[in-house]
């Protein structure tokens, strides 16, 4: 079975661009959530998605969003880049919502430059 | 506030020699543990968690509710040990996804 795949692996933006990540999860996983990992912060919650609904956020500002597609493929969005912004950005999926009920299984991840 | 603390960025040990890697956790609530690990060059991969209370690759580890804590043993470290490791909780109330994760300890068993 595959695993999580994200695309792009890497990507270098200006800052004041936007940019889309995506992301497809294992076959028969329907729900999705991403990660933002930087040195600094270390690894922080974005958001969640199942069914096609977020279902829960993080404490990231409204540039961030993301929608999942009735195949359970997942894409977030950073609109105004900022420098701040340069992460290695990671998708995980599972099985059933609620991570006690099923592990997440995570991508090799986006890594994003803003210059 | 959720919160995971792993007190160690760095922790060297030989191989054979014990190993501890502590978490220490803030929660109101009832919440669910685990430990992620990140070999060289792999992705993010669920280690063990608590509701299992199972043993992987010679790891266990235990939740102590009192000091809330959930460190993370091995009696004989191996060289395919050397890895990052995180600990990370979730609240088991809700259904979410939400991982809340420490800063990670970087392992490294020497020869």
């Known amino acids: 079975k595959a695993g999580v795949t994200q695309t792009p692996r890497y990507l270098i933006k200006t800052r004041g661009q936007q940019v889309t990540l995506s992301c497809s999860p294992i076959?028969?996983?329907?729900?999705v959530s991403w990660y933002q990992q930087t040195p600094g912060q270390g690894l922080q919650f974005l958001f969640e998605?199942?069914?096609?609904?977020?279902?829960n956020k993080g404490n990231f500002p409204g540039r961030f969003s993301g929608r999942q597609f009735s195949n359970s493929r997942s894409e977030m969005n950073v609109s105004t880049l900022e420098l701040g912004d340069s992460a290695l950005y990671l998708c995980a999926s599972s099985l059933v919502q609620g991570s006690y009920n099923s592990p997440l299984h995570f991508g090799n991840g986006t890594r994003l430059t803003v210059t | 506030a959720q919160r995971v603390t792993q007190p160690e960025k760095l922790l060297s040990v030989f191989k054979g020699a014990p190993v501890e890697l502590k978490c220490n956790y803030s929660?109101?609530?009832?919440?669910?543990l685990f430990w992620y690990v990140q070999y060289s060059r792999q992705r993010l991969q669920l280690l063990l968690r608590?509701?299992s209370r199972e043993s992987i690759k010679g790891f266990t580890a235990d939740l102590n509710k009192g000091e809330t804590s959930f460190h993370l043993k091995k009696p004989f470290a191996q060289e395919e040990d050397s890895a990052m490791y995180y600990c990370a909780l979730t609240p088991t109330q809700g259904g979410s996804e939400k991982l809340v994760f420490g800063k990670g300890t970087k392992l490294t068993v020497n020869p």
């Open positions: 998605y199942f069914s096609e609904t977020q279902r």
């Open positions: 929660y109101s609530g009832s919440p669910e």
């Open positions: 608590h509701i």
């Open positions: 076959s028969g996983h329907r729900s």
